[in-house]
């Protein structure tokens, strides 16, 4: 059993991977880490709590993290993708999963140095809190497993500006420091998330189905759909975190190339993971990049899990 802390800023696509994660018997997740992003950090806290709550399990504990970025302001996430609280406004009872009373760069830094196995972080948002912690405790690149991240965009463009995508971009600084620390990486970027796409069936198929977990997912759903109808004239929706989370759980749905990755930390260009596919700057690999993925079956893994 795979041992993973998810670092998350929820987010509707975040609520939907971590609950895949809890119903999936290949991963023991042993916490949440907060992270400012889709809303404040108060928020994406709260957020964690309820849904570790709904899923039965708030005997995982969460630890805060970050507020902002390393070197400038945030900027003040995404509503009009997620909606005001993170989760397509839909209102949960107040949370009671337990928070950690360490801050989540130190809470990793504990939980990494203190375990006897080698542990996993998928990293659903900015990567701000990683980035403090392998600051303040070098250390711990030789306790990671490997970090999975959904993030950046490989030889494609991006989401919040011509070539930047919405994690790397909210705190770039912290994801050069991320990509060059040493431990293995796999990046789940735009090239990858946008070929798995939930479109009105198999909402319809979650709907149907009236289990509690697809209840949920598809109360907070149509804000995030509203998004893509009025912003981008689709009627489905590309799935982006739960993409890196089953990764972790069934990584041979996947195809990757290795390959060096520098990320851009200024100007225009900020945010911009930039790929030397063709190896012209003579750097070994640090990233492994997910480039295929088997989206029918991811998809079904999906539906599986939130069924069962």
Not at 43 to 53: G, H, K, S, Y
Not at 89 to 99: C, E
Not at 240 to 262: G, I, K
Request: proline share 6%; glycine share 8%.
């Amino acid at each position: 059993m795979k041992k993973v802390i998810i670092d998350t800023d929820p987010g509707i696509d975040d609520a939907m991977a971590i609950l895949f994660a809890l119903q999936s018997p290949e991963l023991e997740v042993l916490a949440l880490t907060s992270v400012f992003g889709n809303v404040d950090i108060g928020q994406t806290t709260r957020n964690a709590r309820q849904i570790l709550d709904l899923a039965g399990r708030s005997d995982i504990v969460v630890s805060t993290g970050a507020s902002q970025p390393l070197l400038h302001p945030f900027d003040g996430g995404a509503p009009f993708v997620h909606g005001e609280n993170g989760l397509g406004n839909v209102q949960l009872p107040p949370p009671r999963a337990q928070l950690s009373g360490l801050p989540a760069a130190y809470f990793l830094i504990q939980q990494l140095l203190s375990s006897p196995d080698r542990l996993t972080i998928v990293a659903l948002g900015p990567l701000t809190n990683l980035a403090l912690a392998v600051r303040l405790e070098p250390r711990i690149v030789d306790k990671v497993e490997r970090v999975i991240l959904m993030g950046g965009a490989a030889l494609i463009v991006g989401n919040v500006s011509p070539v930047a995508e919405a994690n790397i971009h909210n705190d770039p600084e912290a994801a050069k420091i991320v990509f060059g620390a040493g431990w293995p990486l796999t990046m789940l970027g735009l090239n990858l998330t946008t070929q798995v796409v939930l479109d009105a069936a198999y909402v319809k198929a979650l709907d149907d189905a009236k289990k509690p977990l697809t209840d949920f997912i598809t109360s907070i759903l149509p804000c995030y759909l509203d998004f893509y109808h009025t912003q981008c004239g689709r009627d489905d929706m590309d799935v982006h975190d739960l993409s890196a989370m089953v990764y972790a759980v069934a990584p041979d749905l996947f195809t990757a190339e290795e390959w060096y990755v520098e990320v851009e930390t200024m100007g225009r260009c900020a945010g911009q993971t930039v790929v030397d596919y063709l190896g012209s700057w003579g750097q070994d690999p640090n990233v492994e990049v997910c480039v295929g993925v088997d989206a029918a079956s991811l998809l079904d893994l999906f539906y599986e899990r939130m069924t069962a």
